[in-house]
């Protein structure tokens, strides 16, 4: 955390030892078939993560919320193969227990290793935090928690938050506009679920509402699917940023919702190749194994030379009456049937993709042939 904030207070350090729950204490039993959420805290430098982590440690919610504090660069990267290195050298500092039931830790490399201790620790959670500093692009760190084996049965990916600087976002995003590599805030923007628009009060008061309006649209045309709130000094209401359940395949009616809002977006309103969202739609049914064939081209094999960073779609599969939802992050992808159709709902294929160097005709035309 940086200097000039308030360092979350310290209290009684908990053992890095598995602690199995006690019969006098029902509280610590887990219940073994529920997953908690983790929710990814991202952001430019001095945008605020710091003071919503410590708005969350501090504020008395009733909730047992683990934050975990990531000093690691993005060189270090969060692989499988980084985890196994044995215990040359002491990843996780310390777990500490703070007033309000929370508990955090710093993270000095694997942080999937710090959850997978966490979870070893037996203790009752409702939610857990990953603040990153020093990551300037959350999609490794994301494609570990969403689709990690041994990881997946205690844990859940819920979603991933981005705070943003309303006083300097415009300027952060500006900067390299022409170019062809893009600072920090186009990735985190792009990867979020959630957006907080923080320091609003320091926008000018002179047309200030009008100001963060053109904020709000420059960042819904990154990323149409973020949902955005506006903070000062990032208190906001945990029920809009914990339990989103972004990457639940079966949470499709919010998915819906979302691609509903998104899908008028098309490529033929934007004259530049930068980082933006757009969405097609084909009332057609589609073969499911075409559809895998065309999203691994252009997600593994760069098909058609288009980077794209997100994408999550409704399908209408062939010879089936479920309604089957696709989200990928980067190379990582899934399709999975989530509900049945409903009687009268118009079945069709809507899909939102959020990338670098996207072409509406190009994904459009070739989706077609997935007929």
């Known amino acids: 955390?940086?200097?000039?904030?308030?360092?979350?207070?310290?209290?009684?350090?908990?053992?890095?030892?598995?602690?199995?729950?006690?019969?006098s204490n029902p509280e610590q039993r887990p219940d073994d078939n529920v997953s908690v959420g983790v929710t990814v805290i991202t952001g430019y430098l001095g945008a605020g993560k710091s003071t919503l982590v410590n708005y969350i440690l501090n504020a008395q919610h009733g909730k047992r919320i683990a934050v975990i504090l990531n000093e690691f660069g993005e060189e270090i990267g969060v692989e499988r193969a980084m985890i196994n290195e044995g215990e040359s050298g002491a990843l996780v500092e310390e777990w500490v227990e703070l007033a309000n039931g929370c508990v955090c830790c710093t993270v000095k490399h694997s942080l999937v290793q710090a959850l997978e201790q966490l979870v070893q620790m037996k203790r009752r959670l409702d939610h857990i935090l990953l603040e990153t500093t020093g990551l300037a692009n959350p999609a490794p760190l994301a494609s570990v928690l969403w689709l990690d084996d041994?990881?997946?049965?205690?844990?859940?990916?819920?979603?991933?938050?981005?705070?943003?600087?309303?006083?300097?976002l415009h300027f952060q995003l500006n900067r390299h506009r022409d170019s062809s590599s893009f600072p920090e805030a186009f990735l985190q923007i792009a990867f979020a679920d959630v957006v907080i628009l923080n320091k609003v009060d320091l926008v000018s008061p002179e047309g200030s509402e009008g100001a963060l309006e053109k904020l709000e649209n420059e960042i819904h045309s990154i990323n149409s699917l973020a949902n955005i709130i506006r903070s000062v000094r990032c208190e906001v209401d945990l029920s809009q940023i914990l339990n989103r359940q972004a990457y639940d395949a079966t949470h499709a009616t919010h998915l819906q919702a979302l691609l509903e809002e998104s899908k008028s977006i098309s490529s033929r309103d934007l004259?530049?190749?930068?980082?933006?969202?757009?969405?097609?739609?084909?009332?057609?049914?589609?073969?499911?194994?075409?559809?895998?064939?065309?999203?691994?081209?252009?997600?593994?094999?760069?098909?058609?030379?288009?980077?794209?960073?997100?994408?999550?779609?409704?399908?209408?599969?062939?010879?089936?009456?479920?309604?089957?939802?696709?989200?990928?992050?980067?190379?990582?992808?899934?399709?999975?049937?989530?509900?049945?159709?409903?009687?009268?709902?118009?079945?069709?294929?809507?899909?939102?993709?959020?990338?670098?160097?996207?072409?509406?005709?190009?994904?459009?035309?070739?989706?077609?042939?997935?007929?």
């Open 1 to 23: 955390m940086s200097n000039d904030e308030e360092e979350p207070p310290l209290a009684i350090r908990i053992d890095r030892t598995a602690q199995e729950p006690s019969e």
């Open 150 to 168: 041994q990881l997946e049965s205690s844990v859940k990916l819920d979603s991933i938050v981005t705070v943003v600087d309303a006083k300097n």
């Open 271 to 371: 004259h530049d190749s930068g980082v933006r969202t757009l969405c097609i739609n084909q009332t057609e049914a589609v073969a499911l194994h075409k559809v895998r064939l065309w999203i691994e081209e252009i997600l593994w094999d760069k098909k058609y030379d288009m980077d794209v960073y997100r994408c999550k779609g409704v399908l209408s599969v062939e010879n089936s009456d479920h309604l089957h939802t696709l989200q990928a992050v980067r190379e990582i992808y899934e399709i999975v049937p989530a509900r049945e159709w409903r009687d009268g709902e118009k079945q069709m294929n809507r899909i939102v993709f959020i990338g670098h160097n996207l072409d509406e005709n190009i994904l459009a035309d070739s989706f077609r042939a997935c007929r």
